[in-house]
């Protein structure tokens, strides 16, 4: 059997469209047909925010971004009616706007330890359907333990910050990339899809890669 397609996804826990896009790249990989290996990588939409921001992302929008807030409602009305058709219930009320660097931490812990893809959806579903807090180590640390992590080395790992390196990394392998939104999908190190783009692309795209695989593989020799 040949090698799995890998897909690389530099997303940030507190993008709605990096939710949205997951699950449709989900549909994708599934009307594809085959496994391939997911690597989530860091990307921070907002590093200047506050761990314990104090206002709703409608203030952080509004005041940060200097948005108008009815452009701000609008947009967000939008991304939740999307969300829901992908069944994704947002409740931008509850969302705690935070820091989300050691979130992205968290997601390189779990990735050393075989469970960053269950990591990354416990993290979305904290923060955008449950009103959870993605900022904090304590509540971090409870949303590992919930996936079977180590809770107190997952304290010990974000206290010492054991993984900010590799947020680093990979924000600046993002930079070289040019990526400047987020989702954005590298399939088989070499095509890149960006934003939530509907299944179909994602599984024209793997299934791209699949037929040059097989057109360049060399076949087997033979006995004359």
């Not at 790249?25 to 990307?43: K, Q, R, T």
């Amino acid at each position: 059997m040949s090698e799995s397609i890998k897909v690389d996804i530099w997303s940030d826990v507190q993008c709605p469209w990096c939710y949205i896009g997951k699950r449709k790249f989900e549909a994708g990989v599934a009307a594809y047909g085959a496994d391939v290996e997911v690597e989530y990588h860091s990307f921070e939409l907002a590093p200047d925010t506050p761990v314990d921001f104090a206002g709703s992302p409608i203030d952080y929008l509004s005041e940060r971004k200097g948005i108008p807030v009815p452009q701000v409602l609008e947009m967000l009305e939008r991304v939740t009616g999307i969300a829901e058709s992908v069944g994704l219930h947002y409740d931008y009320d509850a969302v705690h706007q935070t820091n989300t660097i050691k979130a992205h931490e968290l997601l390189h812990y779990a990735k050393a330890h075989g469970r960053q893809l269950d990591m990354k959806e416990s993290l979305l579903k904290a923060y955008f359907v449950d009103g959870g807090h993605v900022g904090r180590i304590d509540d971090l640390a409870d949303l590992a333990a919930g996936i079977g992590l180590d809770r107190a080395d997952v304290v010990r790992s974000l206290t010492e910050n054991e993984h900010l390196a590799a947020v680093k990394a990979d924000v600046a392998q993002a930079a070289e990339y040019g990526i400047q939104g987020v989702p954005f999908f590298v399939i088989d190190g070499k095509y890149g899809i960006s934003g939530a783009q509907d299944p179909d692309t994602f599984a024209g795209a793997l299934r791209q890669v699949q037929s040059e695989r097989a057109a360049t593989a060399i076949p087997e020799e033979t006995n004359a």
